[in-house]
């Protein structure tokens, strides 16, 4: 098994930066597909970004150009830097495991869960 912790969310403006940590015990990333997601007031949980297991990335297509997610095994952390950021993305972000490669987009494939971080942007 994996725990999962995320932080570096904040209160920022459009058009400013932040990113995201989440870091692992229990069990190395290396075991793992690494997915992001986020839950926006008065929205479903959605898909942010994803690294599987071979390294290769992917992205929503609302973020994408914006954010990159980058996985660090020998620190067992992944990131997700977020640039240009809109209010449409204020939202919780989770960081989320998986044993399998496949369905990387899907919330309800993944196996651990972070407790998510806030994201606040105002204009």
């Known amino acids: 098994q994996v725990q999962l912790v995320e932080s570096g969310g904040g209160l920022v403006q459009l058009g400013d930066s932040l990113r995201l940590s989440c870091a692992a015990s229990?069990?190395?990333?290396?075991?793992?597909?690494m997915g992001w997601f986020r839950r926006a007031p008065g929205k479903e949980r959605e898909f942010v970004a994803a690294?599987?297991?071979?390294?290769?990335?992917y992205y929503a297509d609302s973020v994408k150009g914006r954010f990159t997610n980058s996985r660090d095994n020998a620190k067992n952390t992944v990131f997700l830097q977020m640039n240009s950021l809109k209010p449409d993305d204020t939202a919780v972000y989770y960081c989320?495991?998986?044993?399998?490669?496949?369905?990387?987009?899907?919330?309800?494939?993944?196996?651990?869960w972070g407790q998510g971080t806030q994201v606040t942007v105002s204009s």
């Open positions: 989320a495991a998986k044993y399998l490669s496949a369905l990387y987009s899907f919330a309800d494939k993944y196996n651990y």
């Open positions: 229990g069990s190395s990333f290396s075991s793992y597909t």
């Open positions: 690294m599987i297991k071979t390294g290769a990335l």
